[in-house]
């Protein structure tokens, strides 16, 4: 059996004695996805894959080849014949590799993958997963049986190997339980989701009550109606706000600025923002989803405020964004095998406010809670959006019904500019997170 | 041509098909169990221009092989990537580790070889003309208009063969080509600035651009930002709307499509559960799953379960006639599949969608906007999704016109629409006699899987939907 560590610098030397230099990056993924539908095993699957990225550079020209599996035979030829194509491409000066200087830095240890993916116990899961479909449909009777309870575990094994010198690995595992529960009334149906996600196994706590959950969450559901068309005060929940985050993160990112495609463009160290508005991106976290020791080309990671109080203070970059908007690196280039890096985010958070859902519900007295946003609806480049979505329709603090078919509409930077109030209820459950917030003023689109 | 197919396996590895045949069949024991191999190799090649440079040059290759065992309803799945025949042993084992006790019969399958592509891929070609595409495309999108600030162009080319074994018995292939290609622009005029993308594609070789020239894809990314310069924010609120001939197919895949795969229905998660034979739609509707059509992005030769292609009446005079199903599906409603469909070897099959569409109806077009008091003219379309039990759907508006006593004004932006699948079709009051499928570009997104598809539509009005915009309606 080949040793990745041997296949990484054969391909770097092979590239060397081509006449070029290279970054090599290799990913190795395991997996176990079990479903239980009504009882019984619906799907097992069980998989390992690898793939390959090879970025070939002959001074500022760069060259992809990615190829899935363990064919790593006749490499020469397969880079020589890529090495062709060389001839096409244009010389850009910030396209390059990271140098020895840049790559240097310790690496912190992060506890990232807690070593049991192989102690996975089908029969074990399988028991937990029919329990939660069991608890789910003894909730209630409008509950029915149809979606399959789900578990998936994952680990990843990530090695990158350079001309300059790189070569790091490191590993990281996963776990989920989830559920979508369906609902029906008067021949109306609802489905609602939910679900544990984390890094380590341990971590997943009491995972049979994501069956009541789903089912909780899906019954208030049924009923749901349209609401007058008009400006409103709306509230999202730690789900929707973290949706919302997400485009935020997106318009951050350097290369959608290089690319004049985000609403961002231009606003580093303006102050855009109310002043209870700081964000953080942070790889460092123990356990998190986001977290990660080096980035896509290799550097170590590093944890940055991108907004204090209202104020921008950095992009998101890989080497190619920071250099040609001439910034500093920020270590977030993603590991891409079959592209040019992009850039991620570590664990991107906006700070905490203070009071849970329903003291946010409290405050805001009448308006729009969101549960639910279909999220097709955004212009980057200017920051216009329009969403549909689902929630509760809101007087005196108290939800009083499901509101359905409707739409809400503004701009991402007046949304961020309009938030009056910031809880303190965030979930880590993906990389990006943020508390409950409440926004005065959006445009709402029904009857 | 089997026969190159075969090779091109034999090349990375696999034993000989008679082996394979043997190996799949080995974990079956009793009546109601079936097993399937499912080889893929899939090479691509991309070319993108980018601040005005030919800045990447992308060469990707995968090969490998799902294993599915299924055991009534249960399925054991696994896949390799080492083609080699203990690996290929391992899989089958893992996949048979499946527990069940299945009574269902086997899945039924066939092909007569169709070719409905008629091509040979031109991805191995020479690189200098493609990357001329992508220049001929950046100089026309300059030279349109002064408010160009960047332009960024991507080409890719697929080749995807893959070559289905099932414990029936059934052996079949496709070889698939795919060409893509999209300008994106952005322009900025007196510092309001606006995006634009464009593009198509098809199962087609370098002869696509033909059909459509790299500058009138320029162009057209073009003009819609340049009419984006100048829209107004959309309504809010209930209206008549005018869908527009093509990409508002969109509509159709995400309403109607989705909610009308086997899967959700045989599950009884879908809002049209339960409904075949009942009235779904206004009767002007005829609705169509065709995976069978020339050189489209969505037509496929057999199914990714081996299955000859079709093409499914789903709709008929508005009355819903049938789901789209992949084998196991198939089996619970006692009838013939052939949409299942994956996005790779690493992925089992599911029903989905090819090219989906509305028959034309008898209305011109100017009769139908000249009909409308006041509402939205919806012309192009950023994306779609939809809630398979309630039917509620959202889509984007990128180009579209606010229409005023039977005339269209001015353009708008920002504008969604937002709607319930069951609902929708019986608000349709005029179908338009203009179907046109979009041109090539959507790829349909279903529990983690990617596939090509297709999309059509006549120009269509609906009596009422939600608007969601920001101006006051």
């Keep these: ?447 | 041509m089997k026969e190159d197919v075969l090779n091109l396996f034999y090349r990375s590895g696999l034993p000989p098909v008679e082996k394979v045949r043997k190996m799949i069949n080995q974990p079956l024991a009793n009546k109601g169990e079936f097993s399937e191999i499912y080889l893929e190799r899939s090479v691509s090649r991309s070319f993108r221009l980018s601040e005005r440079k030919i800045s990447d040059i992308v060469t990707t290759s995968s090969s490998g092989a799902g294993i599915r065992v299924v055991k009534g309803n249960n399925t054991g799945f696994s896949f390799t990537e080492n083609l080699a025949e203990p690996h290929l042993k391992q899989c089958v084992a893992d996949a048979a580790a499946i527990k069940g006790s299945g009574t269902v019969p086997a899945i039924k399958t066939g092909s007569k070889g169709n070719d409905f592509y008629n091509i040979q891929a031109s991805l191995g070609q020479p690189a200098g003309p493609k990357v001329e595409l992508l220049k001929r495309a950046e100089q026309k999108a300059f030279s349109l208009s002064p408010y160009v600030e960047k332009v960024d162009v991507n080409l890719t080319e697929i080749e995807k063969t893959v070559y289905v074994i099932n414990s029936l018995g059934i052996e079949a292939y496709d070889i698939r080509p795919m060409i893509s290609f999209s300008v994106s622009v952005v322009l900025n005029k007196d510092n309001r600035r606006e995006g634009a993308f464009q593009g198509g594609g098809g199962r087609f070789d370098l002869s696509y651009f033909d059909k459509r020239s790299p500058e009138q894809i320029a162009q057209d990314a073009v003009n819609q930002a340049l009419i984006l310069l100048e829209a107004k924010h959309a309504p809010a609120g209930e209206m008549e709307v005018i869908l527009g001939a093509g990409e508002s197919g969109i509509l159709l895949h995400e309403s109607i499509g989705h909610p009308l795969e086997a899967d959700f229905n045989y599950r009884g998660s879908s809002a049209f559960t339960g409904k075949i034979g009942q009235v779904v739609a206004s009767p002007q509707c005829t609705i169509i799953d065709d995976a069978t059509l020339a050189n489209e992005r969505g037509s496929i030769n057999i199914d990714d379960e081996g299955n000859e292609a079709g093409r499914s009446v789903l709709i008929e005079n508005g009355i819903l006639k049938t789901y789209m199903f992949d084998g196991i599906t198939a089996n619970h409603f006692e009838t013939q599949s052939f949409n299942g469909r994956r996005q790779s070897f690493r992925y089992m099959p599911m029903p989905r969608m090819t090219n989906t569409y509305m028959l034309p109806g008898e209305y011109d077009r100017q009769e139908i906007i000249a009909s409308v008091k006041r509402g939205v003219y919806a012309k192009t379309f950023s994306g779609g999704q939809v809630d398979i039990s309630s039917g509620d759907f959202v889509f984007s508006v990128t180009e579209g016109y606010l229409v005023e006593n039977g005339k269209i004004s001015h353009p708008i932006k920002g504008a969604t629409l937002i709607g319930n699948g069951p609902e929708i079709l019986k608000r349709v009051t005029m179908v338009g006699d203009d179907m046109v499928i979009s041109d090539g570009k959507w790829t349909c997104g279903k529990e983690g899987q990617n596939v090509p598809v297709g999309v059509g539509m006549p120009t269509v009005k609906l009596s009422h939907i939600t608007v969601g915009g920001t101006a006051n309606a």
């Design chain 1, 1 to 447: 059996m080949l040793k990745i560590s041997e296949v990484g610098k054969n391909i770097v030397q092979l590239a060397g004695k081509l006449g070029c230099e290279t970054q090599v990056s290799i990913l190795e993924q395991s997996s176990k996805d079990i479903s239980v539908r009504q009882g019984e095993i619906e799907q097992l699957q069980t998989s390992r894959s690898l793939s390959t990225g090879v970025r070939l550079f002959s001074g500022n020209k760069n060259i992809i080849l990615a190829f899935s599996g363990y064919d790593f035979d006749n490499m020469e030829e397969k880079i020589k014949l890529a090495l062709e194509d060389m001839t096409y491409l244009e010389d850009d000066k910030y396209k390059r590799l990271l140098n020895r200087e840049e790559l240097e830095g310790d690496l912190r240890e992060i506890a990232l993958d807690d070593g049991r993916f192989d102690e996975i116990d089908i029969p074990q899961v399988t028991g937990v997963l029919k329990e939660i479909e069991a608890t789910a449909l003894d909730h209630d009777p409008r509950i029915r049986p149809s979606e399959a309870a789900e578990f998936s575990a994952a680990r990843a094994y990530i090695h990158i190997f350079s001309s300059f010198g790189l070569d790091k690995f490191y590993n990281k595992s996963h776990y989920s339980f989830y559920y979508s529960a369906v609902a029906e009334e008067k021949g109306l149906k609802e489905v609602d989701s939910w679900y544990l996600s984390k890094r380590f196994f341990e971590d997943i706590n009491n995972p049979i009550q994501i069956g009541s959950l789903a089912a909780q969450r899906v019954l208030k559901k049924l009923g749901g109606k349209k609401i007058k068309s008009g400006e409103q005060k709306v509230l999202f929940s730690p789900r929707t706000a973290s949706s919302i985050l997400e485009l935020l993160a997106e318009a951050l990112d350097g290369e959608e600025i290089l690319l004049g495609n985000s609403f961002l463009s231009g606003s580093l160290g303006e102050s855009l923002f109310a002043p209870n508005i700081t964000i953080e991106d942070n790889p460092f976290m123990e356990r998190h989803p986001g977290s990660y020791p080096f980035d896509g080309e290799g550097m170590t990671s590093r944890d940055k405020k991108v907004i204090r109080e209202g104020k921008v203070l950095s992009y998101l970059h890989n080497s190619f964004s920071a250099a040609k908007l001439d910034m500093p690196l920020t270590g977030n280039a993603s590991l891409a095998l079959n592209s040019a890096p992009g850039i991620k985010t570590g664990n991107f958070y906006l700070k905490p406010g203070s009071g849970n859902l329903d003291d946010l519900l409290s405050e805001m007295k009448t308006g729009l809670l969101v549960e639910e946003l279909f999220l097709s609806g955004m212009n980057s480049v200017t920051g216009d959006f329009s969403f549909g979505c689902a929630g509760y329709w809101v007087e005196n603090g108290v939800s009083l019904y499901p509101v359905k078919e409707i739409t809400i509409a503004g701009n991402l930077l007046e949304l961020f500019r309009n938030i009056e109030l910031i809880g303190d209820d965030n979930e880590w459950k993906s990389s990006i997170c943020s508390p409950s917030f409440l926004v005065t003023g959006l445009s709402v689109g029904g009857i």
